[in-house]
């Protein structure tokens, strides 16, 4: 979708190094979903984020909601080769008619080198 | 639980065939949703369901149809197949809007 954008598009880093995804969006979001897709896979959940400002945290990943609820980053410290994959942004943008579908983002491929 | 299981996983149409990908979910989720993930485009969006009797368009709802005659199944229809909807079709539900979604597994549909 065009009203998600994510970058970098692709991104290779060393084992051990901290790395950042970001979303934006043109619109205000009313929630904002981070999945990770293993290639050739489904997508695993990771966390929503729903209040501006808000931030979350599982294990070595961090999610952050500007305040603008208009951006979102996701941030992986000491970065592991099973942090490998596809993240792909996810959100609620509200609408005249629903408020009941998700729409993503292109996704970014994270590499890691051992 | 088996979550949101999706059958079959693979599938080759010949252009003007039909068929029916299956999706079931034994969460009791009200919400359930079907994306095409394409290189370079990342999922877009094809029906959407808020519940049993209910379905709305997505994105790219062209060529597609779908129902929700009960809260467990969500079938999508391909009603001619044509080489454009090569794909891998995904399944997703969610027990309401706050939550996130769980996929399915997918199924990688080839049509020649």
């Known amino acids: 979708s065009q009203e998600l954008e994510q970058s970098p598009q692709s991104l290779i880093v060393q084992e051990g190094k901290n790395l950042t995804i970001n979303c934006t969006s043109s619109?205000?979001?009313?929630?904002l979903y981070w999945y990770k897709q293993k290639y050739g896979e489904g997508l695993i959940f990771l966390m929503m984020l729903q209040k501006g400002g808000e931030e979350k945290s599982h294990e070595k990943i961090t999610a952050k909601l500007d305040e603008k609820k208009q951006q979102s980053s996701l941030h992986i410290t000491a970065s592991q080769p099973s942090h490998a994959g596809i993240y792909l942004c996810g959100a609620d943008i509200p609408e005249k008619t629903s408020y009941d579908k998700v729409i993503f983002g292109p996704g970014t491929s994270l590499s890691v080198i051992p | 639980n088996a979550g949101v299981t999706q059958t079959p996983k693979f599938q080759v149409l010949k252009t003007g065939q039909s068929m029916t990908l299956q999706c079931a979910q034994d969460m009791n989720h009200e919400y359930m949703s079907w994306y095409r993930q394409d290189p370079g485009m990342g999922l877009r969006l094809i029906h959407y369901?808020?519940?049993?009797?209910?379905?709305d368009q997505g994105e790219v709802p062209n060529g597609y149809n779908v129902s929700r005659s009960t809260t467990e199944d969500f079938p999508l229809r391909l009603l001619s197949a044509a080489p454009s909807q090569t794909s891998v079709y995904f399944c997703a539900s969610s027990r309401d809007r706050d939550g996130g979604y769980t996929f399915g597994s997918g199924t990688r549909l080839t049509v020649v």
């Open positions: 369901s808020v519940g049993a009797g209910i379905t």
């Open positions: 619109k205000t979001l009313y929630g």
